[in-house]
């Protein structure tokens, strides 16, 4: 018999089976078991496949990778319109993210053609140059704080240089973003945060007008849609999203990934024994350690699964649900580089498909091989625990490693 008390706070024409409580900012199941994805699978146990919470304002929740696979790039009934639990009001857009099709597409190849597979291909060397830079900073002494020192600082300085942003902004930009995804962040201070985030991209895109450089501002600058220059509105949007992806996914993803690895002397052992299989030691990690929970608003009457979605409801395929998903991944638990059949949707699926995927991997892969070349045995220091951060996108803090000091 389900709680009077919480029936009256999910819509009537949701049943009763069908009501499963699930905090998107701080659910309990992942302090539970000390980890964020391990954490979210309990609910491949505990709920139906389509279930509604009503925490945060209330929301469905999809939980496998098959029904995700259909929702994301389903633009007939589900709209990236809105994408934040709780929902906020706010008039910041980000292009093209908050954009659908048929408006999307014009964007969307704006930022395809500066991360395309040929012009990330030609950055390795300069990403490569910049994992070894950060490691020469901490090698020496045998330990360091990997999530803001390597995790953040290696694909943050590559995002930073590539765009035109001065590095001694780095510990600014990294504040401004911890604000925008703390899950104690009210929405009305959120609406702050977006306000702040686009008042810095304008001001880069202003001395850009002036004075251009070779940079990817500058290059934005000299983009077109429909035969016409990208509006400051545009521009300042656009600004915004690719502030927010290239100041925390990929960072989170790497900490995810290396706070595992320095649980693993085996794996760490054979990446150092045989680096082809880093590539597939990527491709698992983004499944094991998939981060992003990507909200849909329902535009239009729809049932999945059985599931009555209504018009105005939000909808949250959680994509580390897709990677630990066990009808498509046998014991999604386990890390393993040799999985056959291995299915993820860490960078989502559909016209909405993460741009920067590319360089994602392929920083993934050169601080992988960079990092177990030189540091080929390292361990996370005796006696800490990260702390963890859930909500739209998970991440890891205070990451303590530590190595053998080099002769």
Partial sequence: MIDPELR?????????????????????RIAKVGDVQLGMHLLHEEAPDVFYSPCNGGFWVVSRLDIMSKILPDTEHFSNKELVIPRIVSDAVMIPLNLDPPEHLQYRLVLMRHFDPKSIRAMEPFIRAWANKLIDKVIAQGHCEFAEEIGAA???????????????????????VHAFFAPETTPEERVKVQTKILETVAVYFDERRKAPRDDLVSKLLQEKVWDRPL???ELNSIGFLLFLAGLDTVANTLSFTFNY??????????????????PSF???ALRRFSIVQQPRLVKKDVEINGAQMKAGEMVVCSLPLAGMDDHRNPMPEVFDVDRKDRAHL?????????????LARLEMRILTEEWIKRIPRFWRKAGTEPERRIGGVAALSNLYLEWPKPH
């Fill in 231 to 233: 509006t400051t509105d």
């Fill in 346 to 358: 860490a960078f989502s699926v559909g016209p909405h498909t993460c741009v920067g995927n590319q």
């Fill in 261 to 278: 690895l320095a649980q693993d002397q085996k794996m760490q052992e054979r990446l150092g024994a045989d680096p082809e299989i880093i």
């Fill in 8 to 28: 009256k706070r999910v819509p009537a024409h949701v049943r009763d089976d069908q009501i499963v409580e699930y905090d998107y900012v701080s659910d309990p």
């Fill in 282 to 284: 990527v491709e698992e």
């Fill in 154 to 176: 290696f694909p943050v300085s590559v995002f930073m240089e590539l765009m035109g942003y001065p590095l001694d902004q780095f510990e600014e930009f990294r504040r401004i």
